[in-house]
């Protein structure tokens, strides 16, 4: 049972505009999430962080909302740029006795020039 | 800094073969850990070490696979015997700290098992 859940494998976007990337979790001891993002031949590299007592943080064009109730969170990107076009990986991380950080199956952004 | 090597990056291998993947974390980091990225399952968490001491294996998906830290600067995954299901990417990453978010990946091993 995937505990993070990335529901779009892709998801295309016109260059300029938004891109939201959306993230499910069904354990409520996360407490901290991240998004990594993952270019072709390289390994994922960190993005953007927000803890569980946050609902919003924001860093240039990305931003990252937390609706503890819905167990959702989403990433904002705007305006989207071609280079931004990667797979984006939601991980969800426990700080409890059963610490843990799992990640979703990811999402596939294309950015179209 | 060189970032985390991983080697080798592409391994063509056949049924029932040992595989062995390796890794070398940044300089200074004390925490190593190895995850399997497939199409189905996305990134997993394998197994991860903190002072080279194995702390939590319980990804490890079987007994054919096993993995070692003979030293803070090297890592080891061993696939013994190896099957076609063991096709993924695998990705060694390390933390300067014990805490598992400040992770900085390495560029993967692509396995392909025939």
């Known amino acids: 049972d995937q505990q993070v859940k990335q529901n779009s494998p892709s998801l295309s976007v016109q260059e300029g505009r938004i891109s939201i990337l959306n993230c499910d979790y069904t354990n409520s001891m996360f407490d901290y999430f991240l998004w990594y993002k993952k270019y072709p031949a390289e390994g994922p590299t960190f993005l953007i962080s927000i803890s569980s007592i946050k609902d919003k943080n924001e860093d240039g064009r990305f931003t990252v909302f937390l609706n503890k109730s819905a167990k959702h969170l989403s990433l904002h990107i705007v305006p989207s740029q071609p280079g931004d076009s990667a797979v984006y990986f939601c991980a969800a991380f426990s700080s409890g006795s059963a610490r843990q950080l799992t990640f979703g199956s990811g999402t596939q952004l294309t950015v179209l020039p | 800094d060189a970032g985390v090597i991983q080697s080798p990056r592409h391994e063509v291998t056949e049924m029932g073969q040992e595989v062995t993947l390796r890794c070398k974390p940044i300089s200074g980091h004390n925490s190593l850990f190895w995850y399997r990225q497939t199409m189905m399952r996305g990134l997993e968490l394998l197994i991860y070490f903190n002072n080279n001491v194995p702390i939590d294996d319980s990804g490890m998906p079987e007994d054919r696979f096993s993995a070692k830290m003979p030293n803070a600067s090297f890592s080891t995954l061993k696939i013994q015997p190896s099957e076609p299901r063991d096709s993924a990417v695998y990705f060694c990453?390390?933390?300067?700290?014990?805490?598992?978010?400040?992770?900085?990946f390495g560029p993967g091993t692509r396995l392909t098992v025939t």
């Open positions: 990453a390390s933390s300067p700290t014990s805490d598992l978010r400040g992770q900085y």
